[in-house]
């Protein structure tokens, strides 16, 4: 299936750091709690994710990534998601973190 330009604008995928995380022991898969920061206009956002395979929480802060923030915002056990941070799977399918390769400003969006 192919989309138009238009089709993928629809889909707000910006710059956040993670400025918190912490392990969620009540998911279902190993997973952590985190907050990121997107800066002004978005401000900070919490999110879950299943990336304890390749991340500590300490190892984690301070890190750029990008995430979704245009997804209604999801109840997961007790954390309510409102940002989807996206990876991609290494070769035995864990999660790896998806971010810039320089730094960049906050709430910087995807095109």
Do not use: C
């Not at 995380?21 to 994710?49: C, N, T, V």
């Not at 991609?88 to 971010?99: K, N, R």
């Amino acid at each position: 299936m192919t989309i138009t330009y238009d089709d993928f604008a629809k889909v707000d995928i910006r710059v956040g750091r993670i400025t918190r995380a912490e392990p969620f022991p009540e998911a279902r898969k190993p997973a952590y709690k985190l907050w990121l920061d997107f800066g002004g206009e978005i401000g900070e956002k919490r999110s879950s994710a299943q990336i304890t395979a390749h991340y500590t929480p300490e190892a984690l802060i301070g890190r750029q990534v990008l995430a979704v923030v245009n997804f209604p915002p999801r109840q997961i056990g007790k954390v309510l998601s409102e940002v989807l941070v996206l990876g991609l799977p290494d070769a035995a399918g864990e999660v790896v973190l998806i971010g810039p390769g320089h730094e960049v400003p906050l709430g910087g969006r995807l095109f």
